[in-house]
Structures are given as structure tokens and as C-alpha cells.
């Protein structure tokens, strides 16, 4: 990607970011970008917890930062401080931390269409949907997500989930009219299907770079063994090849992780989703 | 693939039990896609792809750092001693190494262990050039507080900091300058050793010229092992101090854990070298006092034999002539000190001459030359004396002139550097205050009086004739006329061609020289000798013929050995 490209999806990110969390934009240039932060936002970007302890202890009208970014270091605005964003940079790396923590777990039902309205009660169908972040980690490390649904009255389970349902509208409260039918599967129940069926699949893939870190593992522990042989070695000589041992275990043991990004529960509109 | 662990993090069950209970804090729909995309622009998609490219904007790192930054974390697993030659760029790659380990999540407590002086240059690197949130180490308590540190290398290794250190897990340890830890008796080697790391860079320019043992002790600390056991090794590879035998398998065996960068395996983007001497003209008085010195010189050697260390202050007052009045005035009050007899008649006649010098003819060429270039400026001198007589005259002048020496404290050079990238015109700077100090701002550079050992010249230009820098660079040689020191310029300048071009393998060059005896001692030796200005010429013109010859080996070598290396790779 080329760095105009990268730019691009900063400021796209920080724009949205700007109004999914309520903060304010007080100018917008194709250079830069001056906005008046709303309070959550100031408290997950500009990192000044003691500022926060004392406006809260002492009651204290709290006063957001503003913040001016730029995005075309060579024409910062030229009335006031700007700060240059770019992925690499702290500011944005907060953008996308903040996001994270703040995006974690949602509830949402599908818009309903106006058209069926009036043709009387229709059911809506539950999925649990997680988006897995799963880390190959050796001595070097890959990601990759997965998103799952499984539909909580059926037991199906669906990749890519998240992809699916991207391009639909959804609403967070129940719309009039609708229902949700009775759920066969406990949340519990269906987040241990995902977990297991991930755990196969995963299972199924080519782990060589697995094997390839077991093989340098093993080959670095045996010089060790070489280096320091068990019979001829005092004490402090055998801490030592034990600390190079774990040093070694850490540094190759491949292993593989997977954490949640966020999920939450999908109504479906049974009359548009088949 | 049976034995590989799949670890589920349930950590967010909670939280999430909690928002299915309570109905509070459920995100809407954009900030749910928010944070999918924040994660998906943050995973790692590939092993070997690296990541830190396309986070760094400040600057463009070069091909050679890149690929450095590439088989150090794809093919040596991130244990490895990088050596490229001087200028390279080190400081850079192991920042982009650091920064990539950091992205990918592998690498979270980090410590990096570099001489004082460095301390803070480091930590403003990495913070304004890969915007990695690095802290100097100040105070004891601040080892468990932050996760990356850049520290002295002299503090770290006492105590109480010492045993602070070893209570920690290191991820990735980064050690400049560490020709430091060659010697496995030293407290330097034993530390880095007991040191609990993960990954670990060791920093040095000048790893393969030296003793056998010392590099086997280098990467000893990397990988036990490596090289065998040490007797295995003194067997195998070992022909003598300094020589190997087996190279070639020993150089595939290096190659694995060492990385070296010549600057002429590289097309470096350095700006050109404009060197101009400038011929000085004595006073008479000047002219007095250079001739009584040179003469007591002489009639010291005479008397005194080769005591070692008188011969070693009377070089230096040889030097200091041609330098300043003011030098001369110190070596002569110390030695006078020492002897605690009354004042020879000699040495008082000197007095007396140094008495009689009212100006200094370089300082004046000096004012003149730094009023005529309105930028910024760097003027080398060896002696502390000759640095505060130039600052004051510069004062007079009411040129804006600040002084940088070794012995000033962290801090104080730091304020030094700001003080002359921001304000000042010029500064002046000792030579021991010239190591690791980068002034790419920079693009003049006066050599005020001129080092007898070339080394020290070339580290002089090295200052501000770096990666980096974006003008041509302008050396202004102060050569005053009918002394030692324009012999010496005339062999530096004319004869090894040492300021036009940046000579990769001088250090290598230089050491074999030595084995016939260093510059320093054999321009004292001409000097004793009495000889005259032709002789001199003949002598020095016959060191120069001998150092383009063994340049010309070095080179050869080089290439034979690289050249083996490449087809040892195909």
C-alpha cells in the first residue's frame, strides 16, 4: 500500500471514530482535521489520568482537549499546533485501541422493512457471531481472524460470518411487531460449539511452521547439551545452561492463541435472510 | 499436529456475562465495526512480511538497513551481532528490528544497554524516528516501571541497578557498542551473560579484525555453543592470535549470527567531501616560541633517553604547539610541577616566549573564516586549553560559540546539542567529545590543529559526514606553515586521500601498520632525529607509500573473501 493509500485509511478511521463517539469537528481540510474531543474520548486518547483524578476528586467542570491533526505533514495549518498522524504514530495506535476496547459486544436486531410493517408479527432469528483473532506464535508470529456465527436455534454453524451480515442495516432496540423466537442453545452452549469447531479446523491446517520451530528448538538445545555437558559442570554452570534452556523454550516454543475481538447477538429479519 | 497447545483466552467472558446481564454498555453497530477494523489493520497477515515499513513515516530507512532488519527476524531468530562498518547505521536497524518485534506483539520489556554519552540520543531515536516510547534510565526504582529502557552500560552493570536488572525477564536485549564484551573476565561479559533475554542485538563496528578469542566470547554470549566448545574452537579455527584457519567453514558459522555491511558493497547516498587547506602564517613571536619548544623537544630526547612516559609529554608538547599558546602553557606548568626543582633556564626562556605571543594567528583565521560562512559550524581542536582561548575570542567577536567536551555530564551535552542545533553558530568541540555525537545539521568543519593518529581524523569527519546528512560537507585543514603539522596534512591530504573519500577498511589498514610503529611515535622519532624538512618529507612520503600498498592488499582480501562468502551462499 502505498503511503497516500495508508493516509487515507487513518483519516478515514479517525472520521468515523470522531463521530461514532461523539466528538465534535470544529474545521475539515483536505490537509487536516481540528475537532473538540468528547470526554470518553480525551480519557482513551491523551492518556493524562492525573488530570482526570483531580477534576473528578474536586468536582470539577471536566474540559476536553481539542485536537488538531494533520495529515499532509508538508501543509500543517499554520494558525495553530498540529500533531502529524500516521499509522505508525502513537496518536493513532490510542484511535485504534480506544476502538477496541469501546466496540467489544453488541446486541442488534435488522432494520425492519416499512413494507412488512403492517402485514402483522414476524419472528426474528438469533446468531452469535465472534470474531476470533488466532496468533500462530513461535519465535516469529501470524494472525488470522475468523468469524463465526452459529445460529442459536439450530445449531448451524457459518464462517465469515461478519462479512455476511456487514452490508445489512442494523438498530439496537426491537422494532414494533417483531418478535425473537425461544432459543435452543444457550449463549454458553454456542460459544462452546464455535471454540470447538475453530479448534478443529485449526487443527486441519498445515502446522509446519510449527514443526520448523521444534526442529531449530531442539537443534539450539542440543548445542547447548554439547556446550555444557551434565557430568563436568558445577552449579553455577548448570543454572546457567538452565536459564539458556527456558531462554530457549520461550524464544521457539510454538504454540497458538486465540483471542476474542468482540461479538455479540444478530437478529436476523427471517423475511429478507434465507 | 498433535503436541501443538491451542490456548482459548476466556478473559472477556466475563465482561461480556456481565453486559448480557445487566443490558448496559452494549456498543452500536458502527462502533462494533469500528473495532473490527481497528483489529483487522493491526494483525500481523504473514511470518516474514515486515510490518514496521508502513508505520514509519518520518523517514525512509535504506535498502541495506531493511534487509539487515530482515534476516535478523526471518533467518537468525532474532540472536544476532550486527557489524556494519561505521555510518551504516546500526542505531537504525536495530530500531526497525525493536520496532517490528513491538508491532507483532513479541517483544514487550526491552532494555538497551549503550555508553552514557549515548544515552539520551538513543532514547530521542527511537522515540522521534520510530515512535517507540523508550524512557532514560534515571533513578533504581524505574527498572520495574517502564518497559523500555535505554541505560549506561556502567550503571546497569552496578550495584543496586545490577541485581534489579537480573530479577527481569528481558524480551529483547540491545547492546551498542559492544566490542565492549569481548573479554569473558570482565564484569561487562559476565552481566550480559547472566542477563535473561529473549532476543538479543549486540551493536559493534569493529568485531572480525581482532583476536580470535574475542569474537568467539561474542557470540558465545548469543548462542553457547556456536562455535564450539572453546577448546574445539582453539583447535578448529584457531592458526594463531589473530589468524584463523578452516575460514571458510568458520565464516559460515559467523554468518549465521553476524551481519556485516561494507560501505562499498553499497551504493550510499553521501554527499561529497570539499576539503581546502588552509596555509597559516606564524607571527614572529609565534614563529619564536614553535622554534624553543621544538628545540627543547630535541635536547629532551637527547638527554632523557627513551623513558616511555617523559617521550609521552613531550609528544604532546609538540602537538600542543601547533595547536595554542595556551595548550603549551599547561603541559609545561605540569611538567615543571613534577620535577619540583627550580626553573631551568630553558624552560624559563620558554616562559618567557610563550610571554611574548599577543595573538593567535589560527584564531584569527578562525574569526575570519566563520564570519565569511554564515551557517553552522564545527571546529575540532585536541586540547581543552586551545577549546576556552577559542570560545572567548569568538565571544569577542560576538560569534555565538558553544564548547562540548567528553568530561561534561548527560544532561549537559544534551543541552549542548540543543543549545547548537537550535541557537548557537558555532561549536567547539575535544576530541573525546566527538564520539557517537551526530550533527547531520551541520556541514562545516574546521580541524583546527590535526590528530597524529588518522583514525581520529576520520572520526572527526564522521560527526557530521553521515548517513543523513544532505549537503556537501566542507573540511577547512588549519596548516601552519614551516611546522610538523604541515607534514602531516600534506600525508593525510595529499598522500592517503584521506578526507576526499571515505576509506571503509582504515582501522584494518591501520592496525597493520602499527606493526611497525605508530605515526605518532615515528613523527616524534623524526623530530628527535633533528631532521630536517626534506627528510622528513622522505620519511613520511615512504609511511604513505606503505599504507596505499597494504590498502591495496586489505581491499584485495576484502573482495577474495567476499567474493568466497557469496558463492558460499549459492
Redesign the interface.
Known sequence: MSNKVVTEVARNFIERYLYAYDCQIIESTPSYLHTQLSIPADRDLCNRPYYWMYVEQLNLPPQPIQLCLTFDPEHPPTDRPSEWIFPGSQRYQHFLQSAKRHGRFTSLFQNADENYRRQGSYPYQTWLGINFLVSYICEQKRDQIWELGINLQSGEIVESFYQQIKSLSWQTQLPPNRFTQPLKLKYIEALGELECYLEEKISLEDHDWAKQALTRLSEEQEQLQDYYPESQSNEEVLLEKKQRNLQLVRQYHPRIEVEVINGGFFHLDMLKYK | ?NQ??????RT??T??KH??ETGE????????????????????????TLQ?L????TFQPLPHQIEVTRQV??EM???AILADEVGLGKTIEAGLIL?EYLI???VHKVLILVPASLVLQWTRELNQK??I?AMAQKKAWMWDSYDILVASMDTAKREPHRSEILKH?YDLLIVDEAHKLKNKRTKNWQFI??L????CLLLTATPVQNEMEELYNLVTLL????L??QREFQNEFVAAKRKAKNEAQLRQEIQRVLIRNRRQDHDLPLTKRMVHTIPIELSPAERELYDGVTQFVQNQCRQGGTDPRSMLSLLVLQKEVCSSRDAVFHTLFKLFQKDGNPLSPEVASLIEKLRAVQYSSKVNQAVQLIKEIPEKLILFTEYRATQEMIIRQLEQEGIYAIPYRGGFSRNKKDWMMELFAKRAQVMVATEAGGEGINLQFCHHMINFDMPWNPMRVEQRIGRIHRLGQENDVFIYNFATIGTIEEHIIWLLHEKINLFESVIGELETILEKMDGDDSLEKRLLHLIACKKDDLAIREELNHWGERFRLLKEEVLADEQQSSNRSCAQLH
Open positions: 499436529m501443538i497447545s491451542i490456548r482459548f483466552d472477556w467472558l465482561s461480556f453486559t448480557i454498555h452494549w456498543s452500536n453497530w458502527e462502533r462494533f465495526q469500528l473495532a473490527f477494523e481497528a483489529a483487522e489493520q493491526q494483525i500481523i497477515p504473514q511470518f516474514d514496521c508502513k508505520h514509519l513515516q527476524i526471518s531468530h532474532g540472536r520496532k507483532r506483539g513479541l520510530f515512535q516510547p525477564q551473560n547472566q535473561d533475554k529473549k532476543y548462542k553457547p555453543g556456536q564450539g566448545k
